[in-house]
């Protein structure tokens, strides 16, 4: 079989300049390219992706970094993230962290990286300066997804964390809500994971914006996952008296409280209102009120703007998004999904 070293030697060129010519690259002059392409059809050479990238001195991948890809936003941002890269001639290689601040360190900090890919997405990764700092050794494109860390000359997509649990959080006030609680956390994860300190804070301000002082009694701390979510219910429910309505940071803790308080023999919306943050796959299923976040879209936008780095091509703008920039944060808008999980205190 032809190789692309065939075709180099036959037009007395590196196959660097094959690649280029091949591709219809514009640094090659008209004659050398008409020398290439002579030379491959002479050969009956078929074009291979992964030789021409790595005679170009690419690899064709983009390494994707997740805390927990068992977790509903990791997956479904890593498999919209693959469809674009995969549309656009590139592969995924993925490091899942799996919660464990060893193999963070590993992964972030390793050299490695630089010889098996051409660029880094961060996905809700936690990000020490010693972490900064190896980054930038690596000299390789970036961007981060859902991080409270900005890295130098990075862009960044997200939400507005503060502001969907603010609105959560509105909506329950909306409907006379006062004894709201809260369950969140990840108090011992290693990795630091940062999101549902902002939720936290978005619930506390919406309260003091409706007068009222947060109360350390009604916020519970667990893990992001429905047996996290069962188990801070079952805790919020043994400290007394119980909540009208619960606010969730996310809608996998919001479904362990609908266990939890069916298990209590509370109904829910009657006894108590639940809402999360998501809109996870099942959330329409249980009829979960919750704040929707494109994650899909998230996904999908990144990888555009890591892809335009590095000259791929264009797949188009992302349906309702602008052109992002690199000098501030992309921000996608939520928006609240009202069901059945959410309805006036009784006492109403």
């Known amino acids: ?74 997956s479904t941002v890593v498999e919209a993230v693959e469809e674009y890269l995969h549309e656009s001639g590139y592969d995924l290689l993925l490091y899942n962290l799996g919660g464990r601040e060893q193999v963070r360190q590993r992964v972030l900090r390793t050299a490695n990286l630089h010889k098996r890919v051409d660029a880094i997405m961060l996905v809700a990764t936690p990000l020490r300066p010693a972490d900064l700092t190896a980054l930038a050794s690596l000299d390789l494109p970036g961007v981060t997804i859902s991080s409270g860390t900005r890295v130098p000359n990075w862009p960044c997509v997200r939400i507005d964390d503060v502001a969907a649990a603010r609105t959560a959080t509105r909506h329950l006030l909306d409907l006379g809500h006062r004894r709201i609680a ?51 219910t079952a805790e ?29 023999g509370l109904r829910v919306p009657q006894d108590v209102s639940v809402i999360g943050i998501d809109d996870h796959d099942l959330a329409g299923v249980l009829g979960l009120s919750t704040i929707a976040q494109p994650a899909a879209e998230q996904g999908r936008l990144a990888a555009r703007m890591l892809l335009d780095p590095l000259g791929a091509r264009s797949l188009g703008p992302i349906v309702g998004q602008r052109t992002p920039g690199r000098d501030s944060p992309v921000i996608l808008p939520t928006r609240l999904v009202v069901r059945d999980s959410t309805a006036p205190p009784r006492a109403h």
């Open 1 to 74: 079989m032809t190789k692309i070293d065939d075709v180099a030697r036959l037009a007395g060129v590196s196959t660097a300049t094959v690649s280029r010519a091949l591709r219809g690259l514009p640094t090659v002059s008209a004659a050398t390219r008409r020398r290439v392409l002579a030379a491959a059809e002479q050969l009956d050479y078929e074009v291979s992706p992964s030789a021409s990238r790595l005679a170009g001195g690419r690899t064709g991948t983009v390494a994707v970094v997740v805390p927990r890809i068992t977790r509903w936003f990791f």
């Open 182 to 232: 809260h369950i969140s956390g990840d108090p011992d994860d290693e990795l630091a994971f940062t999101t549902h300190l902002d939720r936290r804070r978005g619930y506390q301000q919406e309260l003091r914006a409706a007068g009222m002082q947060p109360d350390p009694s009604l916020d519970v701390e667990s893990t992001f996952t429905i047996d996290g979510g069962t188990q801070a």
């Open 236 to 264: 919020l429910l043994a400290r007394g008296e119980p909540p009208t309505a619960i606010v969730a940071a996310c809608d996998e803790m919001a479904m362990g409280a609908m266990t939890a308080l069916r298990d209590a």
